[in-house]
């Protein structure tokens, strides 16, 4: 029975639904526009939800004229979601979150780093920097280590780079601030560096490991301590001189960790099962601690200064003056897998399947709690019951004193966070599955609260907002807000959680219509709130200025202005004599549009007048760069120019002849140019050229940049070629294919992978240069490869698909063409889903479709869901499926000529 809804309760559901699909709700195109992707994401809202019922009597009423899947495990009852905003990172891993000091949110990724508002939760800036750590300095620039061995420093206020710090030849593994807030790295090439905190010079290379730096100490003289993992030494570095003042060697076998003890005084401990105790002032060695049989895994202070340590199988007490062990505990042959000193210093020891406490006077055990299931970690509460959580995704709680268990909580999953209030939320991240579901419980009764739902795969980080909000980012590329602030909603999620009154109409989605219309539509409720109309053709894009008006272009062949506010056109920009084929802002807010009439024209950001127009181009302009020195670089078929910024003459022509030329932005800023015939590397300031690569001999494919800037060209003389980033000479010629290289792709571990006519794929040592093994069995021409999200590689041709593994190299499974059609022109990866055991075929051949196989069965499965499949969601007639990459509705699957709705 369909319940009659309150327009004040109508609003609230409305409300939650579009903040909960707002990033869904902007992936519409041309065969899935916006208004059909609003109707499928209505149909599936809820049984009782007033957007289904009103859904459905639209359909009823004949006005719905296209396929869509009805999902037949819709929710009955109406979920309310607590969303504030959805912030996307582009459909790219997030590496992690910091909060600045004004509160805005920087997230940073592979590829770059975002900041976001802490009002509007919208992105002021994007750093185009892939980053693998973030860290605030003092100052409150912000600090970030890349994957290409660099250090950057962008200014607080502008964001903009202010500093490279250059100098490390392999990754950094972390940083430290030092009392006098100079800045120090520490890297896998084995050195330490220090960095003046206002120049960024170099001031110090501390070189001595012979393996690199695994962690760095601050002595509380101020001195550094260093410790190698691999070469089995610790170094102290004076804190003035930077000089080696000590070097302590003895342990045999890898440094596992160093602890400062109360008394200052240095403890190490290692794979050689030994313990080593270092006098703070000499470091010299004064006792070595022989009784373990096994690595010590770790080690303690408790609060009498005793030393407690810990190997697989066995726990050991130290005296803190003797060092004489004052008893090991009975493990029972369990295996130890952690510690944990209780607020009361009784000592909690646990294995996979038990828990035991002992006491903290007499050592002795005290209490053991059997378990069935394997122990994934232990969390000591605030109210100091004992939590623990499960490899079958429950959690468990013991009281403080008695021990007895007070509470499980289902499907907990395997991480938590204490809110501000000391109720807890749980969360997968991805040890034991990949759920998308984060809950909240009573932190006195342990009831569930609430269910936090929207992200698409596992957390990888909670943050705690100032404003009672907290910040989830997810493995499905998204920064999510959450207001828990008022918890009087129901479990099952059928109750209005709180009111969010920072809605905008200045926000908006764009749609283009068929008849050259821009639909505009407030994103916040869906309405239309207005058409730009006046195009006399197809619309190729729209681009929105600094003052909030909008621009678009035609294939009409003008540019047109439309007012943010009235959404009048302002202006229309006439002069190209061909399609618009795309537009540029430029970094004085003029504006840049390029044609198929070969011609490049810039506009007065006021007037809207042409300034003028860029001629000489041969061929119509395939795309428009805007240098790091602000000129223009534009690139036809047959030629790239060079215009200077303020003058708008032709600086340099760089000619492919009768060869198609390509080009690429290097790291230096230098441009590379590439044709069938050459490789050019051009000055980026005189635009001269500095070095051809030589050493092809015959027809150049691709090229590519790799991670430690030298570049890697494949060509037809069936070799790949690799050149020194400094001096261009060639370094390495690769050879083995038997027929010309097709593509390249550069692996995780930045080993390079390459397939070939041969129908093989090679597997080349980032290092060495070395093939490492031969992938053979494709039946014919290798389309593409793809890499999968557990970096397992897949190859599809004509004939077959295949998945090799990213160890051992070997196929783990075959689907042959009869499984499929042979016609399609791409195949499209989904990550992490279905507990990443599927990969999806997409075939645009004629009636569209799209098959998704099971890698461990070969057969072929069936689903919708809103972004990423579900397994609950599988059905046997017909889906429609999502993009991996943007998320895009893309088809309806016609299964057995039969149609779903």
């Known amino acids: 029975m369909k319940e009659q809804i309150d327009l004040q309760e109508k609003f609230y559901i409305f409300d939650s639904f579009l903040t909960s699909n707002e990033n869904i709700l902007q992936r519409g195109d041309e065969e899935w526009d916006s208004s059909k992707i609003f109707f499928q994401l209505s149909i599936e809202h809820a049984d009782k939800s007033p957007l289904s019922i009103d859904a459905e009597k639209y359909e009823d009423d004949g006005k719905i004229d296209f396929d869509y899947v009805r999902d037949v495990n819709r929710d009955e009852e109406i979920y309310i979601s607590p969303l504030v905003a959805i912030l996307e990172h582009n459909h790219e891993p997030i590496n992690g979150i910091e909060i600045l000091a004004n509160k805005n949110i920087l997230s940073y990724s592979n590829n770059n780093i975002k900041i976001w508002d802490k009002n509007s939760y919208e992105c002021i800036t994007i750093l185009e920097e892939g980053t693998r750590l973030i860290q605030i300095l003092q100052n409150q620039n912000i600090l970030s280590l890349s994957y290409d061995f660099k250090i950057k420093i962008w200014d607080k206020n502008s964001y903009a780079c202010i500093a490279i710090l250059e100098g490390h030849d392999d990754l950094i593994r972390g940083v430290k601030i030092l009392v006098n807030q100079n800045i120090l790295s520490y890297s896998q090439d084995n050195t330490i560096k220090i960095w003046d905190k206002d120049n960024y010079e170099c001031l110090a290379n501390l070189k001595g490991h012979k393996d690199w730096v695994t962690d760095i100490k601050i002595l509380s003289n101020q001195d550094i301590l260093s410790y190698s993992y691999y070469d089995k030494t610790i170094r102290v570095w004076d804190k003035d001189t930077y000089e080696c003042i000590a070097i302590m060697k003895g342990h045999e076998d890898k440094i596992n960790g160093v602890k400062i003890l109360e008394n200052e005084n240095i403890c190490s401990y290692s794979d050689d099962e030994t313990i080593r105790v270092w006098k703070k002032d000499s470091y010299k060695c004064i006792a070595v601690l022989a009784e373990h049989y096994y690595p010590v895994a770790g080690i303690e202070e408790l609060l009498n200064q005793n030393i407690l340590s810990y190997s697989e199988y066995e726990i050991i007490i130290w005296d803190k003056d003797s060092y004489e062990p004052l008893t090991e505990f009975e493990a029972d042959g369990n295996k130890v897998c952690g510690i944990k000193i209780l607020p009361n210093q009784n000592i909690l020891s646990y294995s996979y399947q038990s828990i035991r406490i002992w006491d903290k006077e007499s050592y002795k055990c005290i209490a053991v709690i059997n378990e069935e299931n394997h122990i994934i970690g232990i969390e000591i509460l605030p109210n100091q019951d004992i939590l623990a959580y499960f490899d079958d995704s429950k959690i468990k709680i013991w009281d403080k004193n008695s021990y007895e268990c007070l509470s499980v909580l289902e499907d907990g999953v395997e991480n938590l966070k204490i809110l501000p209030n000391q109720n807890i939320l749980s969360f997968s991240s991805g040890k034991i599955r990949h759920d998308s579901e984060m809950k909240i419980w009573d932190k006195d009764s342990y009831e569930c609260l609430s269910v936090l739902e929207g992200h698409e795969n596992y957390i990888d980080g909670i943050e705690i907002l100032s404003n009672q909000k907290i910040l989830s980012w997810s493995s499905d590329n998204t920064v999510r807000i959450w207001n828990v602030s008022d918890l009087n909603f129901s479990k099952k999620r059928s109750k209005y959680i709180s009111f969010r009154n920072e809605l905008s109409s200045t926000y908006y989605i764009y749609s283009v219509s068929d008849n050259y219309v821009i639909n505009i539509y407030d994103k916040r409720h869906y309405h239309p709130v207005g058409l730009l109309k006046g195009h006399q053709n197809g619309i190729f894009g729209i681009i929105i200025l600094a003052n909030e008006n909008i621009l678009s272009y035609s294939s009409d062949r003008t540019l047109r202005i439309w007012d943010k506010d009235s959404f009048k056109c302002l202006a229309v920009l006439k002069g190209h004599e061909d399609w618009v084929l795309g537009a540029k802002i430029l970094p004085n807010k003029n504006i840049l549009s390029f044609s198929k009439d070969k011609i490049l024209r810039i506009w007065d950001k006021d007037s809207y007048e042409c300034i003028v127009a860029l001629e000489g181009h041969k061929e119509y302009i395939n795309s428009v760069e805007i240098l790091s020195n602000q000129n223009i670089l534009s690139y036809s078929k047959f030629e790239i120019r060079i215009w200077d910024k303020d003058s708008f003459n032709c600086l340099a022509i760089f000619d492919g002849g009768q060869n198609s030329i390509q080009y690429n932005i290097l790291p230096s800023q230098n441009i590379l140019s590439f044709s069938f015939e050459d490789i050019k590397i051009w000055d980026k300031d005189s635009y001269e050229c500095i070095a051809t690569l030589e050493g092809c001999e015959c027809g150049i494919r691709g090229v590519e940049v790799l991670s430690n800037e030298n570049i890697l060209a494949y060509s037809y003389d069936d070799t790949i070629r690799i050149w020194d980033k400094n001096s261009y000479e060639c370094i390495a010629t690769l050879e083995g294919h038997k027929d010309s290289i097709l593509g390249i792709k550069i692996l995780k571990n930045l080993n390079i992978l390459s397939y070939s006519d041969d129908e093989t794929i090679r597997i080349w040592d980032q290092d060495t240069f070395e093939c490492i093994v031969i992938l053979k ?54 990550d992490d889903i279905i507990d990443n055991k599927n990969f999806i075929y997409e075939n645009y051949f004629e009636n569209a479709y799209l098959t998704v196989f099971s890698k461990n069965t070969n057969q072929k499965l069936q689903w919708h869901s809103n972004y990423h499949p579900k397994v609950n969601a599988l059905l046997g007639e017909a889906i429609t499926i999502n993009d991996g990459d943007n998320g895009r509705i893309l088809k309806v699957i016609k299964h057995n000529n039969r149609e779903s709705k």
Do not use: R
Not at 786 to 792: C, H, R, S, T, V
Not at 801 to 810: A, E, H, L, P
């Open 777 to 830: 069995g494709c039946e014919d021409n290798i389309e593409d490869i793809k890499i999968l999200p557990n970096q397992n590689i897949l190859s599809y041709s004509e004939d077959s698909i295949k998945i090799w593994d990213k160890d051992s190299y070997k196929c783990l499974t075959t689907i042959n063409k009869d499984n499929y059609d042979k016609y399609y022109d791409d195949l499209i990866i989904l």
